[in-house]
């Protein structure tokens, strides 16, 4: 159900004709958006200027539509972007012209832009951490790290930037697999070839502390592993997958957030409500907000917290 009236504790900002999915904004007040192409191709990075005009990011060749997806000079496909603790902007390129298709040869990056010059300061290539089917989504940043989620063939990659390494683990763990049909509009979600859609490894947030990564596919539950685990290269894929456990049965989702002092936002795709934590579950803070038929196919986007020093054991 679409929404039906205007909710007044809700104030538009920006708008688009366009889907977007992803949100940026800097200290100075700049600010970034990214369309994920879920309504057929176009822009894909843009920043908003004062007037609400979007203006190509970094500029328009690197949005070109191109009859063949080709990482030269190019994106294949924006997911998502962040502004990052060097308060650099992230744009994560899913490698992929689409969940569940081919995966694009050296597609699969994050592109690490200098926002004093515009230019692109630093990529990460994924490809040792892909697979043909890998579907880059989303990131997560904790001090050293950078956690990274594929939607595609499910698994995380770990980034470490002191050199640029980066890791695949927990690969085709059920923690990270779509295994329940998704919904939205009271439908189920099916793809072009209407079979039911799976986005595996899609959500994921760190707590404030630093101590827990939660992640979860679209249509849930959402779990959660010790980021210290996951740190640490030496850790087996026995021990870290026994590490995984379980942590609120949240239904299809179409994005997540974390305040500073660790309440969960849990979007209900498409449902304009957000689901309270499990009472069973002390430790889950995710809290009812106010919901009515001004919102509909939410992704929430926390902001950034910088966060300093080592997490606790």
Same mark, same amino acid.
């Given at each position: 159900?679409?929404?039906?009236? $205007?909710?007044?504790?809700?104030?538009?900002?920006?708008?688009?004709?366009?889907?977007?999915?992803?949100?940026?904004?800097?200290?100075?007040?700049?600010?970034?958006?990214?369309?994920?192409?879920?309504?057929?191709?176009?822009?894909?990075? !843009?920043?908003?200027?004062?007037?609400?005009?979007?203006?190509?990011?970094?500029?328009?060749?690197?949005?070109?539509?191109?009859?063949?997806?080709?990482?030269?000079?190019?994106?294949?496909?924006?997911?998502?972007?962040?502004?990052?603790?060097? &308060?650099?902007?992230?744009?994560?390129?899913?490698?992929?012209? &689409?969940?569940?298709?081919?995966? %694009?040869?050296?597609?699969?990056?994050?592109? %690490? *832009? #200098?926002?004093?010059?515009?230019?692109?300061?630093?990529?990460?290539?994924?490809?040792?951490?892909?697979?043909?089917?890998? *579907?880059?989504?989303?990131?997560?940043?904790?001090?050293?790290?950078?956690?990274?989620?594929?939607?595609?063939?499910?698994?995380?990659?770990?980034?470490?930037?002191?050199?640029?390494?980066?890791?695949?683990?927990?690969?085709?763990?059920?923690?990270?697999?779509?295994?329940?049909?998704?919904? !939205? #509009?009271?439908? #189920?979600?099916?793809? $072009?070839?209407?079979?039911?859609?799976? %986005?595996?490894?899609?959500?994921? $947030?760190?707590?404030?502390?630093?101590?827990?990564? *939660?992640?979860?596919?679209?249509?849930?539950?959402?779990?959660? %592993?010790?980021?210290?685990?996951?740190?640490?290269?030496?850790?087996?894929? $026995?021990?870290? !997958?026994?590490?995984?456990?379980?942590?609120?049965?949240?239904?299809?989702?179409?994005?997540?957030?974390?305040?500073?002092?660790?309440?969960?936002?849990?979007?209900?795709?498409?449902?304009?409500?957000?689901?309270?934590?499990?009472? !069973?579950?002390?430790?889950?803070?995710?809290?009812?907000?106010?919901? &009515?038929?001004?919102?509909?196919?939410?992704?929430?986007?926390?902001?950034?917290?910088?966060?300093?020093?080592?997490?606790?054991?």
């Amino acid at each position: 159900m679409l929404p039906t009236r $205007e909710d007044p504790r809700l104030q538009a900002v920006w708008q688009a004709d366009r889907v977007w999915n992803g949100v940026a904004t800097t200290r100075d007040g700049r600010a970034f958006v990214s369309f994920p192409s879920a309504d057929g191709p176009g822009l894909q990075a !843009a920043e908003i200027s004062r007037d609400g005009t979007l203006i190509p990011y970094p500029d328009a060749a690197w949005n070109a539509m191109r009859a063949r997806p080709d990482p030269d000079g190019a994106f294949v496909r924006v997911n998502a972007l962040r502004i990052g603790p060097d &308060g650099r902007l992230w744009i994560i390129d899913a490698g992929a012209p &689409g969940i569940g298709k081919p995966a %694009v040869p050296g597609g699969a990056r994050l592109l %690490v *832009y #200098d926002l004093g010059s515009d230019r692109l300061a630093t990529t990460y290539n994924l490809a040792v951490g892909v697979g043909p089917r890998s *579907y880059i989504d989303d990131i997560r940043f904790n001090g050293g790290h950078v956690y990274i989620t594929d939607a595609g063939e499910p698994g995380l990659l770990v980034l470490r930037l002191s050199d640029g390494s980066i890791r695949r683990v927990l690969d085709s763990h059920p923690a990270l697999t779509d295994q329940r049909t998704m919904r !939205a #509009d009271g439908r #189920d979600l099916l793809d $072009e070839d209407g079979k039911p859609l799976r %986005v595996h490894a899609d959500q994921l $947030e760190v707590s404030p502390d630093g101590r827990w990564l *939660y992640v979860q596919p679209s249509s849930g539950p959402l779990a959660r %592993v010790p980021t210290m685990l996951l740190d640490d290269p030496t850790t087996s894929p $026995e021990r870290l !997958a026994a590490a995984v456990e379980p942590f609120y049965d949240s239904p299809t989702t179409g994005g997540t957030a974390i305040d500073a002092n660790g309440g969960r936002d849990v979007d209900r795709s498409r449902g304009m409500a957000v689901d309270p934590g499990n009472p !069973a579950e002390p430790d889950a803070r995710i809290c009812r907000r106010p919901a &009515g038929g001004a919102l509909s196919g939410l992704d929430l986007s926390p902001p950034h917290r910088r966060r300093s020093g080592r997490q606790r054991p």
